[in-house]
Nanobody, 127 residues
Framework: QLQLVESGGGLVRPGGSLRLSCAAS????????IGWFRQAPGKEREGLSC????????NYADSVKGRFTISRDNANNTMYLQMNSLKPEDTAVYYC????????????????????WGQGTQVTVSS
């Protein structure tokens, strides 16, 4: 069974940091592009960052560029999102996603291009 499980969410003060983890089971991430998305109440799911299967190409939404960093650890079948300088508007449920990809292609940060999703983890940024 293909499964992604996020962890690491919680309550943090503005300006603080969190690192989200996403563990994959039932498949290996070696040939998958991966991405992170978030959804605030009443809003559409927003793409934040993705990384190609090789790890050579990354994309970031303007809202998180310079603050968030995506990474992958294929040996441990886990991906991460390091979040720094958090703002109240970052409050949302955060989801990881994965999709098999052919080689030599950049990742595409569109939810329709990802077929496997985690259950989400809540991040709340508040003073």
């Amino acid at each position: 069974q293909l499964q992604l499980v996020e962890s690491g969410g919680g309550l943090v003060r503005p300006g603080g940091s969190l690192r989200l983890s996403c563990a994959a089971s039932g498949f290996t991430l070696t040939t998958y592009a991966i991405g992170w998305f978030r959804q605030a109440p009443g809003k559409e799911r927003e793409g934040l960052s993705c990384i190609s299967r090789s790890g050579r190409t990354t994309n970031y939404a303007d809202s998180v560029k310079g603050r968030f960093t995506i990474s992958r650890d294929n040996a441990n079948n886990t991906m991460y999102l390091q979040m720094n300088s958090l703002k109240p508007e970052d409050t949302a449920v955060y989801y990881c996603a994965a999709e098999p990809q052919p080689p030599f292609r950049p990742c595409v940060l569109r939810k329709v291009d990802f077929g496997s999703w985690g259950q989400g983890t809540q991040v709340t940024v508040s003073s």
